[in-house]
């Protein structure tokens, strides 16, 4: 594609160079420039690309993006712009044709409860017979395929080729998670959404954003971007707020709750440990359905899922299959053994809130004692230390006894932040022990557990590494699980 094309509708300061060159791709690290790429030079949170721009014409480099003011070689384009990687995603749509405005997109956005809200959809959509994609946590799945994703939305580049391959597969619809990263980032800038959803806001992220506020308009940004529908859950307090900016806006909005007046709502709802049914109410009728996953916020997470479902009129029976056929989902309130009423349970909650929700959704049904492990994934500056303080009142309050231990702890010294927590659990008053190898403080809770105990791991639900320092290192709780319950001859006799 002529260069002239590809930078259409970006704004820049300056050019140098011969515009009308074709350019054969667009790279963001020159480790992956080939012969004719433009390079786009970001000034990233650890390196600047910038140093990189000699490796990046070395290394074949046709044309180059950047921001500051730095002398290039002669031959090759020069452009500056105000910001990197804004122009990188205006950019990668014109690359590759704007992509998403052939495909049906639906960005979720929130707290917690994206990706699990995906996997509802996912599964009615699929029952409407059509070809779905996704983007998120997991990774991304295109016609069933699994790729690894760096980032929970990656990169602008990289979603614009996602779309690109979708479309060339004939992939009806993309369900994707969208970060606050992401939002600010500029990763899905120039992409359109038919349909953007809200699930919920609570603290978390706070190094980026540094408070609520700025993390509450991170994400929504997100409905800056929608053409068709705005799906809000009305009983959370920023999604209030979300509704009255949206509402004048050009994209229909589609409200639901369960306290507060919805257009999609539940009645009769029979809660039970195995999972939930409800009565659901639209705007196109009322069925009933049943929630294969505990508590009220899988109720909340199917009905963010059924919203979206109306809105791309699907018939009733069809959602009421598609949720029912969600048998349960990997590391979300997962039950890895159960033995009577002895159970151990691997959830991906890692956040004060989810972390509430998931220990007030189990209490009901626990017999014994609630044997909690968890760690606190934060850095180690000030907002880091409320949500260290934040998760041990919750520890404290609902768990019987908490083994407080190392989750992802990256470059931040885990000894630090496992202090931390043990001061707000004392100051909570909470039962606990502290270890700062995961692996040992899991044994532990299966060493001290007894017949009619829970023992709930918090933080890592389905990853199977954690990431100590630039290392990630294989970890998986199931295998560390049954290998403990050995020595409990009692317990493993069957799941
Ligand atoms: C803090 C943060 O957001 N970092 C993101 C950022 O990286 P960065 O700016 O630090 O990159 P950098 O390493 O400084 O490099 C700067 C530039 O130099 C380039 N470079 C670097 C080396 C070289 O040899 N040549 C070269 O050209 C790099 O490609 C880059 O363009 O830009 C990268 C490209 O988009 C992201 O992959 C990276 O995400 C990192 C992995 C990350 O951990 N991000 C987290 C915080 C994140 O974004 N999380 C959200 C939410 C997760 C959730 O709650 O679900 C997500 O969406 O994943
Ligand atoms: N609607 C909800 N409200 C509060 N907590 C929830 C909700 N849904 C799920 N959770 C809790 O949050 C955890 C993470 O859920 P899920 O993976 O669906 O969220 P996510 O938004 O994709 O998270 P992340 O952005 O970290 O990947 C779950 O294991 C559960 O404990």
């Known amino acids: 594609m002529l260069l002239t094309s590809v930078v259409q509708d970006m704004e820049f300061n300056k050019i140098k160079g011969n515009m009308e060159m074709d350019i054969t791709g667009i790279a963001y690290d020159s480790r992956e420039v080939v012969e004719g790429s433009l390079f786009v030079a970001i000034s990233g949170f650890s390196v600047d690309g910038h140093r990189f721009i000699n490796k990046a014409i070395e290394q074949g480099a046709a044309a180059i993006i950047l921001e500051k003011e730095i002398e290039i070689t002669e031959g090759i384009a020069v452009l500056q712009v105000p910001n990197s990687r804004n122009a990188l995603a205006r950019i990668s749509a014109n690359f590759y044709n704007n992509p998403t405005d052939q495909l049906n997109v639906i960005g979720l956005t929130g707290t917690n409860g994206k990706t699990s809200t995906t996997y509802f959809i996912k599964s009615i959509f699929e029952q409407a017979n059509q070809s779905v994609g996704s983007i998120g946590t997991i990774g991304t799945m295109i016609n069933n395929k699994l790729i690894q994703n760096k980032n929970t939305t990656p990169e602008s580049l990289n979603l614009q080729q996602f779309f690109t391959k979708m479309n060339d597969t004939k992939v009806d619809s993309c369900i994707m998670e969208v970060s606050s990263h992401a939002l600010n980032l500029d990763r899905v800038a120039y992409s359109k959404f038919n349909i953007g959803i809200f699930t919920n806001l609570s603290p978390d992220h706070l190094e980026l954003h540094k408070n609520m506020e700025e993390y509450f308009f991170a994400k929504a940004k ?39 007046s919805a257009d999609i709502f539940p009645t009769d709802i029979e809660y039970t440990f195995e999972g939930t049914t409800y009565t659901v109410n639209t705007p196109a009728g009322s069925i009933r359905m049943k929630v294969n996953l505990p508590g009220a916020i899988y109720v909340y997470n199917s009905l963010a899922a059924i919203a979206c479902a109306y809105c791309n009129d699907i018939p009733l029976s069809v959602i009421q299959k598609g949720i029912q056929e969600v048998g349960g989902i990997d590391g979300r309130m997962e039950v890895v053994y159960r033995q009577k009423d002895y159970k151990i349970m691997v959830d991906f909650s890692h956040t004060e809130d989810a972390l509430e929700k998931a220990l007030t959704t189990i209490k009901p049904y626990v017999k014994g ?95 199977r590494t954690q990431i100590i320092g630039d290392q990630e290192i294989p970890f998986n709780e199931s295998e560390i699980i049954f290998e403990a319950l050995k020595s409990k001859k009692y317990f493993v006799k069957s799941k």
């Open 222 to 260: 997100l409905f800056e971007l929608t053409s068709d529908f705005n799906v809000i859950n009305v009983d959370d307090e920023y999604g209030q707020k979300l509704i009255n900016i949206v509402k004048v806006r050009q994209a229909k909005l589609i409200t639901y709750g369960i306290e507060n």
């Open 369 to 463: 004692r609630i044997i909690l492990v968890f760690g606190v994934y934060a850095d180690t500056s000030e907002s880091g230390r409320d949500k260290r303080y934040g998760m041990a009142r919750v520890a404290s309050e609902y768990a019987d006894l908490s083994i407080v231990t190392s989750d992802n702890p990256k470059q931040h010294d885990p000894n630090v932040i496992i202090e931390e927590i043990a001061g707000a659990m004392d100051e909570h008053q909470g039962d606990y022990k502290t270890f700062l190898d995961r692996k040992e403080a899991i044994e532990y809770a299966v060493e001290v557990s007894n017949e009619n105990d829970t023992i709930f791991i918090a933080g890592k639900g389905h990853e």
